[in-house]
Antibody, heavy 115, light 110 residues
Framework: VQLQESGPGLVKPSGTLSLTCAVSGGSISSRNWWSWVRQPPGKGLEWIGEMYHSGSTNYNPSLKSRVIMSVDKSKNQFSLTLSSVTAADTAVYYC?????????WGQGTLVTVSS | QSALTQPASVSGSPGQSITISCTGTSSDVGSYNLVSWYQQHPGKAPKLMIYEVSKRPSGVSNRFSGSKSGNTASLTISGLQAEDEADYHCCSYAGSGTYVFGSGTKVTVL
């Protein structure tokens, strides 16, 4: 299984961050949850949320009001949307598959929030 | 939902054993046997090392072991090697479908 994040590397403050994670070597409709994790520069990991192919989602309570996750089964990919971004949202964003733990990860993509 | 507490750094000499702690609360670590550990080398994605407190994925060295007591989980690395120098992150289920990571620990091999 391989995961690959894609999306803009620069987002303006108050704007919306949108990322996509393409899954290859496996089906997004498998019995796994699909997750997003981020890491601000020089800091630890933060769990953003996860979704199932049925559309069920779980979000970090601290981000819940700004996060939307969705799945596109036809393209075997899932997406993250984070609204009203500030500089504090600058981070490397990873997508990952959760089986027993987060066992497959994308390489990560740096998103910078700046005008 | 606060981050789990890990020591900022732990160091050891080659061949020694080190233990990294991960302290949470009765709402996360203390309530579920769903603690996982991740190794992260600089500029790389995290790698799953331990899941469900003490289980090792296929391919992970048996020098890595996990345990839990109360609200604190631990990762022990025995026979420390130069390649073990990395950041280590714990993660726990926190109820209601949510997860929380630890603050991260930098392991240095002296």
């Amino acid at each position: 299984v391989q995961l690959q994040e894609s999306g803009p590397g620069l987002v303006k403050p108050s704007g919306t961050l949108s990322l996509t994670c393409a899954v290859s070597g496996g089906s997004i409709s498998s019995r796994n949850w699909w997750s997003w994790v981020r890491q601000p520069p020089g800091k630890g990991l933060e769990w953003i949320g996860e979704m199932y192919h049925s559309g069920s989602t779980n979000y970090n309570p601290s981000l819940k009001s700004r996060v939307i996750m969705s799945v596109d089964k036809s393209k075997n990919q899932f997406s993250l949307t984070l609204s009203s971004v500030t500089a504090a949202d600058t981070a490397v964003y990873y997508c990952a598959r959760r089986d027993s733990g987060l066992d497959y990860w994308g390489q990560g993509t740096l998103v910078t929030v700046s005008s | 939902q606060s981050a789990l507490t890990q020591p900022a750094s732990v160091s050891g000499s080659p061949g020694q054993s080190i233990t990294i702690s991960c302290t949470g609360t009765s709402s996360d670590v203390g309530s579920y046997n769903l603690v996982s550990w991740y190794q992260q080398h600089p500029g790389k994605a995290p790698k799953l090392m331990i899941y469900e407190v003490s289980k090792r994925p296929s391919g992970v060295s048996n020098r890595f072991s996990g345990s839990k007591s109360g609200n604190t989980a631990s990762l022990t690395i025995s026979g420390l090697q130069a390649e073990d120098e990395a950041d280590y992150h714990c993660c726990s289920y926190a109820g209601s479908g949510t997860y929380v990571f630890g603050s991260g620990t930098k392991v240095t091999v002296l």
